[in-house]
Nanobody, 111 residues
């Protein structure tokens, strides 16, 4: 069973930055697409960004130009650099692979 563990969330002021990390236990990590999703209170979980095995990326329109997804296949990790944070970015951020979800890491943007 694949396990995904996120870290890096926290409380940050508007305009601030964070780097979210996710480590995977998957054998063959380098061959799968990895994604970051988020869920705000009272809202559905939504795709934020994903990165394919060939490192092609896809972003939600709301985060384009502010968030960057990357991966380190040697360490079986995927990252989400989040910049220029806004209060509406407040959510639990989840790492996802084809068969598993992480437990989530809370990002709160508030002054």
């Amino acid at each position: 069973q694949v396990q995904l563990v996120e870290s890096g969330g926290g409380l940050v002021q508007p305009g601030g930055s964070l780097r979210l990390s996710c480590v995977s236990s998957r054998i063959g990590f380098s061959f799968v697409t990895m994604g970051w999703y988020r869920q705000a209170p009272g809202k559905q979980r939504e795709l934020v960004a994903e990165i394919g095995s060939g490192r092609g990326t896809n972003y939600a329109d709301s985060v384009k130009g502010r968030f960057t997804i990357s991966r380190d296949n040697a360490k079986k990790m995927v990252f989400l650099q989040v910049n220029s944070l806004k209060p509406e970015d407040t959510a639990v951020y989840y790492c996802k692979d084809p068969t598993a979800w992480g437990q989530g890491t809370q990002v709160t943007v508030s002054s």
